[in-house]
């Protein structure tokens, strides 16, 4: 018997990416419900470094991983952390991630992520309009810095890719830095200024918003655990914790990393794994910076926000551990204060999980599974920057559109 459909599109997931895919339907006139057990923009899209990263068309993956990678598995003063018995119970994964450092492979993944990066603000914009959040917005740059001549040598030929994916920049000298930004205490080689990128004075707000003017336009809201997906003919049928089921034309899970756990979304198959991310904040020194300021060398950014100023990034490959590392908090305690001089202790530790792939690409397209189950999940570390055009890309799958751009490179069945 052909089930009774109620919604055209039903979104599992309330963080950027989930929001933006519900609220670019609903602009289409679809009608749209979206599911999440916690509240809008309270996971991953709560504690990010703020930036609206055009620029950040460079993976974690690189080259010099491979050669650094004893130092950085056994370093506690690195960006990157492991926790050893999560990475030997999942060697498949760090074999494949590696893999992905070759050069070759590097380049391939650059010039995707840069076509996607390029689409970013057309994404974004219109639902900035729509819910009326310039306010949260900040338009003015961001700011790499390096410590040492060697740090930047070695990131100038991934500088020169971004210039080739249509990134613009300024290099600055010491001077320059300290004219920008006369806050900052650490040893300073040199800056790169990159243009036109901006930054969100409160990241949750900013999903909270979008989320508020979904429902006013008549977009749903559950606050609820989707557990299993059945794909039936040309429909699709959720279940719920409660036990109660909601039908649906397609359903897309944008759960992030905890898109996994629900049965039928043809999630398992996939190498979807998790890039631990920590952050603190302080909250009386948002005055500190005037943008987010990436200490490259560190591999953090201090961003200033309305609640303050927050110290977020690094890496942890540790899944979804729920228990903060206290060795990831202490790095950047201790490096914010070589940045700013003595500032102290922390008002707020936060940990996440970023949905990551080891080829550091997105998954966003049709399920292996089943044309009517969507992906939208593995933005890694630019969730907030791509979640405008990934929702825009869902709505029009949703519609059976197809995108203004190829979207072949982020399909989720590269991996099966």
Same mark, same amino acid.
């Given at each position: 018997?052909?089930?009774?459909?109620?919604?055209?599109?039903?979104?599992?997931?309330?963080?950027?990416?989930?929001?933006?895919?519900?609220?670019?339907?609903?602009?289409?006139?679809?009608?749209?419900?979206?599911?999440?057990?916690?509240?809008?923009?309270?996971?991953?899209?709560?504690?990010?470094?703020?930036?609206?990263?055009?620029?950040?068309?460079? $993976?974690?993956?690189?080259?010099?991983?491979?050669?650094?990678?004893?130092? &950085?598995?056994?370093?506690?003063?690195? !960006? &990157?952390?492991?926790?050893?018995?999560?990475?030997?119970?999942?060697?498949?994964?760090?074999?494949?991630? &590696? @893999?992905?450092?070759?050069?070759?492979?590097?380049?391939?993944?650059?010039?995707?992520?840069?076509?996607?990066?390029? +689409?970013?603000?057309?994404?974004?914009?219109?639902?900035?309009? =729509? #819910?009326?959040?310039?306010?949260?917005?900040?338009?003015?740059?961001? %700011?790499?810095?390096?410590?040492?001549?060697?740090?930047? /040598?070695?990131?100038?030929?991934?500088?020169?890719? @971004?210039?080739?994916?249509?990134?613009?920049?300024?290099?600055?000298?010491?001077?320059?830095?300290?004219?920008?930004? $006369?806050? %900052?205490? &650490?040893?300073?080689?040199?800056?790169? @200024?990159?243009?036109?990128?901006?930054?969100?004075?409160?990241?949750?707000?900013?999903?909270?918003?979008?989320?508020? @003017? %979904?429902?006013?336009?008549?977009?749903?809201?559950?606050?609820?655990?989707?557990?299993?997906?059945?794909?039936?003919?040309?429909?699709?049928?959720?279940?719920?914790?409660?036990?109660?089921?909601?039908?649906?034309?397609?359903?897309?899970?944008?759960?992030?990393? +905890?898109?996994?756990?629900?049965?039928?979304?043809?999630?398992?198959?996939?190498?979807?794994?998790?890039?631990?991310?920590?952050?603190?904040?302080?909250?009386?020194?948002?005055?500190?910076?005037?943008? $987010?300021?990436?200490? #490259?060398? #560190?591999?953090?950014?201090?961003?200033?926000?309305?609640?303050?100023?927050?110290?977020?990034?690094?890496?942890?490959? #540790?899944?979804?551990?729920?228990?903060?590392?206290?060795?990831?908090?202490?790095?950047?305690?201790?490096?914010?204060?070589?940045?700013?001089? /003595?500032?102290? =202790?922390?008002?707020?530790?936060?940990?996440?999980?970023?949905?990551?792939?080891?080829?550091?690409? !997105?998954?966003?397209?049709?399920?292996?599974?089943?044309?009517?189950?969507?992906?939208?999940?593995?933005?890694?570390?630019?969730?907030?920057?791509?979640?405008?055009?990934?929702?825009?890309?869902?709505?029009?799958?949703?519609?059976?559109?197809?995108?203004?751009?190829?979207?072949?490179?982020?399909?989720?069945?590269?991996?099966?």
């Amino acid at each position: 018997m052909q089930q009774e459909v109620k919604y055209d599109l039903v979104v599992v997931g309330a963080g950027i990416v989930g929001v933006s895919c519900a609220l670019w339907a609903n602009m289409r006139g679809l009608k749209v419900l979206i599911v999440d057990r916690n509240e809008p923009g309270s996971g991953a899209s709560y504690g990010n470094a703020g930036t609206i990263a055009t620029y950040a068309c460079i $993976p974690v993956n690189n080259p010099a991983i491979l050669s650094e990678l004893p130092k &950085l598995l056994f370093s506690k003063d690195s !960006p &990157l952390g492991f926790s050893w018995t999560y990475v030997l119970r999942n060697m498949p994964w760090m074999i494949s991630f &590696l @893999r992905n450092c070759a050069p070759r492979r590097v380049e391939t993944i650059i010039n995707n992520l840069g076509i996607l990066l390029s +689409h970013a603000d057309a994404g974004l914009d219109p639902l900035i309009e =729509e #819910a009326a959040c310039q306010d949260l917005m900040v338009s003015n740059d961001c %700011l790499y810095v390096w410590s040492t001549q060697k740090g930047f /040598d070695k990131a100038w030929p991934y500088n020169q890719l @971004r210039k080739e994916n249509g990134v613009e920049f300024d290099v600055l000298d010491e001077q320059q830095i300290k004219d920008l930004e $006369p806050n %900052l205490k &650490l040893p300073l080689y040199k800056g790169v @200024r990159y243009k036109g990128a901006r930054h969100v004075r409160d990241p949750q707000a900013l999903v909270q918003r979008m989320h508020t @003017r %979904l429902v006013e336009r008549g977009g749903e809201w559950r606050k609820a655990n989707a557990t299993k997906i059945d794909s039936i003919s040309d429909s699709v049928k959720i279940t719920l914790e409660s036990g109660k089921t909601v039908n649906a034309s397609k359903v897309v899970i944008a759960a992030g990393a +905890h898109g996994k756990s629900i049965e039928g979304a043809g999630i398992r198959q996939l190498p979807l794994d998790t890039e631990r991310g920590h952050h603190i904040s302080y909250r009386n020194l948002g005055y500190m910076v005037s943008r $987010p300021v990436g200490w #490259a060398d #560190a591999g953090f950014y201090a961003t200033p926000m309305d609640t303050g100023l927050r110290i977020a990034g690094t890496v942890e490959i #540790a899944g979804l551990d729920p228990k903060p590392s206290s060795n990831r908090i202490q790095y950047l305690t201790t490096k914010a204060n070589e940045m700013f001089g /003595d500032i102290g =202790e922390p008002d707020e530790e936060w940990l996440g999980f970023r949905p990551t792939f080891p080829d550091a690409l !997105p998954a966003i397209g049709a399920a292996p599974n089943s044309k009517n189950i969507l992906h939208a999940f593995g933005h890694q570390h630019i969730g907030l920057t791509l979640g405008g055009i990934t929702g825009r890309i869902i709505a029009d799958l949703a519609e059976n559109r197809k995108p203004n751009f190829d979207i072949s490179a982020f399909d989720p069945k590269r991996f099966t």
